[in-house]
């Protein structure tokens, strides 16, 4: 019972580290720019595809689960595992089998047979063996068919051609060298044995070696077992049938992320699909460091795909990638049942332990138990740990679906009673009131509203020109971007009078204008450059590492450049500004050196380049309030901290004259994320009282990122 409990809880904190495992390809291992691009195919995969594939997988693992128990049988082992019980070994192997390069998890079917269900080891080997050769001899039937029927269509490929002649070759020498080749190497030996045995010195190591020659004996035996029970046409007949079950399944599961996303390779035909996922096979294959074969198995697929003249190769990597995402996902969630039930249905070594006498166990399993107790315990909480941070590093990439479009929660005729309706300028802001987020404009005169983009990406971070004909803004790669990536964003340009827009620099966020022809942004999360919008002629402002005591690739939000004093003031890690307080903190940059300014975010210049102001996490209910602070001494007080329904100021935003300020505020710190909740858009007089604070949004989708101008 104790051991059954220590088998459990070892099986739940391996499969915490592998699920912790699969997390951290999402929140390390993609890069920022593509992260986007797979949530999004993975978001529109089919799910009735993805059922079929589930299906799929279940049919296949029976067949092959019974070739197994087949060929074990076969081989003349006297003790054959159950049906069910070969599922399990079975299943469990599909999960283990490319955890590690070159298909090195293939052992653990050994190891489950062996060591849980007590099949002697030369029948877990040449079972194994023999499935493997018979496995590329049903990979040339699928590549033979796949041979003729473009040779019956447009004509047979360069690479279809290339892929024969290498399963050919693969099948020719993984028959040949298991059933005639080993089984003459194994006679050699057991000859070398017998002539080495006459010799004095080999007595002092005849036991040492003797279980390896009587090893290589009974496989060879077992071999020749299976080829001489006349079942070889029956196996090859199984064989292809669980390979074309498995490149089925994989064609659907391809199917069911391209179908939505890519169109256009859904449509290839089925022989280029089918062609690609053998590319992706063998990549996998290869002996290339790589955690569940991830980048090896997408290379492969991919370059297949470049050879079949495929040129969105982008698409074909992040298809190829999400199939592969799809089947781990349900091969290791299947896997780490068919581990738990293997353990609950099985006694290691139940005849040696019955062998055992009373007193052994006594005297024994008290520092055994506690041992295992430990080393369990230890698993378990590492792989639980690791989960818990994956888990939480998720929570940080920002929502992963759009925010719902919300509702007027307020007629906009009675925006017109506002005090401040006979200012004239404009407040451009973000909002996804429409379906997704587009800039919009609202006339401060007349408090009517325009939309001024219509996009079906994701736009944020208006910002105006100083004489206010222009706006750049931030628009994502794909339909939904959180703002927790800065990467995945370009900056586009807009002609205010003739609304036309052009694209004027990629992988970039945070635009800010440093003058009516010149702005700067943040590129690759690390580099802040800036850009004449009309000659697009570009140079770099910062980079951490380089001429400055900020660590190198350290990642920045929203910097801000003074082209007056030439300081650069920014958000980062409080670990990379050298802070400890709080998680992000703020910083300036005055001619290579940082200091530290205040826990919080948002750091920016006053329109006049003399002062600075942000927001802070001390503010009415322990939500935001904004502060001014001094450049030099860095001294701050409060400019303001709303009281009442909306106390979470976010997004501050001087105007050009200095006159005004325009911010955006959530009813709470829980309602913090700036591109999911109800955030709405203020306009305040600078040194006037908080509670004249103009709200100017009535809605209770997302508003973000405002900007003024008062001409």
Same mark, same amino acid.
């Given at each position: 019972?104790?051991?059954?409990?220590?088998?459990?809880?070892?099986?739940?904190?391996?499969?915490?580290?592998?699920?912790?495992?699969?997390?951290?390809?999402?929140?390390?291992?993609?890069?920022?720019?593509?992260?986007?691009?797979?949530?999004?195919?993975?978001?529109?995969?089919?799910?009735?595809?993805?059922?079929?594939?589930?299906?799929?997988?279940?049919?296949?693992?029976?067949?092959?689960?019974?070739?197994?128990?087949?060929?074990?049988?076969?081989?003349?082992?006297?003790?054959?595992?159950?049906?069910?019980?070969?599922?399990?070994?079975?299943?469990?192997?599909?999960?283990?089998?490319?955890?590690?390069?070159?298909?090195?998890?293939?052992?653990?079917?050994?190891?489950?047979?062996?060591?849980?269900?007590?099949?002697?080891?030369?029948?877990?080997?040449?079972?194994?063996?023999?499935?493997?050769?018979?496995?590329?001899?049903?990979?040339?039937?699928?590549?033979? %068919?796949?041979?003729?029927?473009?040779?019956?269509?447009?004509? @047979?490929?360069?690479?279809? #051609? *290339?892929?024969? +002649?290498? &399963? $050919?070759?693969?099948?020719?020498?993984?028959?040949?060298?298991?059933?005639?080749?080993?089984?003459?190497?194994?006679?050699?030996?057991?000859?070398?044995?017998?002539?080495?045995?006459?010799?004095?010195?080999?007595?002092?190591?005849?036991?040492?070696?003797?279980?390896?020659?009587?090893?290589?004996?009974?496989?060879?035996?077992?071999?020749?077992?299976?080829?001489?029970?006349?079942?070889?046409?029956?196996?090859?007949?199984?064989?292809?049938?669980?390979?074309?079950?498995?490149?089925?399944?994989?064609?659907?599961?391809?199917?069911?992320?391209?179908?939505?996303? %890519?169109?256009?390779?859904?449509?290839?035909?089925?022989?280029? @699909?089918?062609?690609?996922? #053998? *590319?992706?096979? +063998?990549? &996998? $294959?290869?002996?290339?460091?790589?955690?569940?074969?991830?980048?090896?198995?997408?290379?492969?697929?991919?370059?297949?795909?470049?050879?079949?003249?495929?040129?969105?190769?982008?698409?074909?990597?992040?298809?190829?990638?999400?199939?592969?995402?799809?089947?781990?996902?349900?091969?290791?969630?299947?896997?780490?049942?068919?581990?738990?039930?293997?353990?609950?249905?099985?006694?290691?070594?139940?005849?040696?332990?019955?062998?055992?006498?009373?007193?052994?166990?006594?005297?024994?399993?008290?520092?055994?138990?506690?041992?295992?107790?430990?080393?369990?315990?230890?698993?378990?909480?590492?792989?639980?740990?690791?989960?818990?941070?994956?888990?939480?590093?998720?929570?940080?990439?920002?929502?992963?679906?759009?925010?719902?479009?919300?509702?007027?929660?307020?007629?906009?005729?009675?925006?017109?009673?506002?005090?401040?309706?006979?200012?004239?300028?404009?407040?451009?802001?973000?909002?996804?009131?429409?379906?997704?987020?587009?800039?919009?404009?609202?006339?401060?005169?007349?408090?009517?509203?325009?939309?001024?983009?219509?996009?079906?990406?994701?736009?944020?971070?208006?910002?105006?020109?100083?004489?206010?004909?222009?706006?750049?803004?931030?628009?994502?790669?794909?339909?939904?971007?959180?703002?927790?990536?800065?990467?995945?964003?370009?900056?586009?340009?807009?002609?205010?009078?003739?609304?036309?827009?052009?694209?004027?620099?990629?992988?970039?966020?945070?635009?800010?204008?440093?003058?009516?022809?010149?702005?700067?942004?943040?590129?690759?999360?690390?580099?802040?450059?800036?850009?004449?919008?009309?000659?697009?002629?570009?140079?770099?402002?910062?980079?951490?590492?380089?001429?400055?005591?900020?660590?190198?690739?350290?990642?920045?939000?929203?910097?801000?450049?003074?082209?007056?004093?030439?300081?650069?003031?920014?958000?980062?890690?409080?670990?990379?500004?050298?802070?400890?307080?709080?998680?992000?903190?703020?910083?300036?940059?005055?001619?290579?050196?940082?200091?530290?300014?205040?826990?919080?975010?948002?750091?920016?210049?006053?329109?006049?380049?003399?002062?600075?102001?942000?927001?802070?996490?001390?503010?009415?209910?322990?939500?935001?309030?904004?502060?001014?602070?001094?450049?030099?001494?860095?001294?701050?007080?409060?400019?303001?901290?709303?009281?009442?329904?909306?106390?979470?100021?976010?997004?501050?935003?001087?105007?050009?004259?200095?006159?005004?300020?325009?911010?955006?505020?959530?009813?709470?710190?829980?309602?913090?994320?700036?591109?999911?909740?109800?955030?709405?858009?203020?306009?305040?007089?600078?040194?006037?009282?908080?509670?004249?604070?103009?709200?100017?949004?009535?809605?209770?989708?997302?508003?973000?990122?405002?900007?003024?101008?008062?001409?």
């Amino acid at each position: 019972m104790i051991k059954n409990v220590l088998r459990i809880a070892l099986s739940i904190g391996v499969s915490f580290a592998i699920l912790a495992l699969l997390l951290q390809l999402f929140t390390t291992g993609l890069a920022d720019a593509d992260r986007p691009s797979v949530f999004a195919v993975l978001q529109a995969s089919s799910v009735s595809f993805v059922l079929a594939y589930v299906g799929l997988y279940f049919v296949s693992l029976f067949v092959r689960a019974y070739r197994y128990r087949l060929l074990i049988d076969l081989g003349g082992e006297s003790n054959v595992p159950s049906f069910r019980q070969m599922i399990l070994v079975t299943g469990i192997r599909n999960m283990v089998v490319d955890m590690l390069p070159a298909r090195l998890g293939e052992p653990g079917y050994i190891a489950l047979l062996n060591r849980g269900y007590g099949v002697k080891l030369q029948h877990c080997v040449s079972s194994l063996s023999i499935s493997i050769a018979f496995d590329f001899v049903a990979l040339l039937v699928v590549v033979i %068919f796949i041979v003729v029927k473009q040779s019956l269509g447009q004509g @047979i490929t360069g690479w279809a #051609i *290339g892929a024969l +002649v290498m &399963a $050919s070759a693969l099948s020719a020498i993984a028959v040949f060298g298991l059933f005639r080749i080993t089984p003459w190497l194994i006679k050699s030996i057991e000859n070398f044995k017998s002539v080495k045995s006459a010799l004095p010195d080999w007595q002092t190591e005849q036991n040492r070696r003797a279980k390896a020659i009587d090893l290589l004996h009974n496989f060879n035996q077992s071999l020749q077992a299976v080829l001489g029970s006349g079942k070889a046409s029956l196996i090859i007949l199984i064989s292809v049938v669980i390979r074309v079950l498995k490149y089925l399944g994989f064609y659907l599961l391809f199917q069911a992320v391209a179908k939505n996303s %890519f169109p256009e390779l859904a449509a290839l035909p089925v022989e280029h @699909i089918v062609s690609a996922l #053998i *590319g992706g096979e +063998v990549g &996998a $294959s290869l002996p290339i460091p790589a955690f569940m074969s991830f980048g090896v198995y997408e290379a492969g697929s991919s370059l297949v795909f470049q050879l079949l003249g495929v040129a969105d190769q982008a698409a074909t990597f992040v298809s190829m990638l999400c199939v592969h995402i799809w089947s781990q996902l349900i091969e290791y969630l299947l896997g780490g049942v068919f581990i738990v039930t293997f353990v609950l249905s099985n006694r290691w070594q139940t005849e040696l332990r019955d062998q055992e006498s009373e007193l052994n166990r006594l005297r024994n399993s008290n520092i055994r138990n506690t041992v295992a107790f430990i080393v369990v315990g230890i698993v378990l909480l590492m792989g639980a740990v690791f989960l818990t941070v994956q888990l939480w590093t998720t929570t940080k990439l920002g929502a992963l679906s759009a925010p719902p479009t919300g509702s007027v929660t307020r007629s906009p005729q009675r925006l017109s009673q506002q005090p401040m309706n006979r200012i004239d300028g404009f407040v451009v802001f973000s909002s996804n009131r429409d379906g997704n987020h587009d800039i919009f404009r609202r006339d401060l005169k007349t408090f009517e509203l325009d939309k001024l983009t219509n996009h079906p990406n994701t736009e944020t971070y208006p910002r105006i020109s100083p004489n206010g004909e222009l706006l750049v803004f931030s628009r994502a790669h794909q339909p939904w971007v959180s703002q927790r990536n800065t990467v995945a964003w370009d900056v586009y340009l807009l002609n205010l009078e003739t609304m036309q827009e052009r694209k004027i620099a990629s992988n970039g966020t945070a635009p800010q204008w440093l003058n009516n022809s010149e702005i700067s942004y943040l590129r690759d999360a690390t580099v802040v450059e800036r850009v004449n919008v009309n000659t697009l002629a570009s140079s770099v402002i910062y980079q951490g590492g380089v001429n400055n005591n900020m660590p190198a690739g350290a990642r920045l939000q929203n910097p801000k450049f003074n082209d007056v004093t030439k300081q650069l003031v920014f958000t980062a890690r409080q670990s990379d500004i050298g802070s400890n307080t709080g998680h992000w903190g703020t910083a300036i940059d005055t001619n290579g050196k940082h200091r530290a300014v205040l826990n919080g975010c948002e750091l920016s210049w006053t329109s006049d380049s003399t002062g600075l102001y942000q927001v802070t996490p001390d503010g009415a209910d322990g939500t935001l309030r904004i502060v001014s602070v001094n450049p030099k001494s860095l001294e701050h007080k409060t400019l303001i901290n709303l009281r009442g329904e909306f106390t979470h100021e976010y997004w501050p935003k001087d105007s050009s004259n200095g006159e005004y300020m325009v911010f955006g505020a959530s009813r709470g710190s829980d309602q913090h994320e700036h591109d999911t909740q109800d955030y709405e858009i203020f306009l305040w007089k600078l040194g006037s009282d908080s509670g004249e604070a103009t709200r100017l949004t009535f809605h209770t989708g997302n508003d973000n990122w405002p900007d003024v101008f008062v001409r």
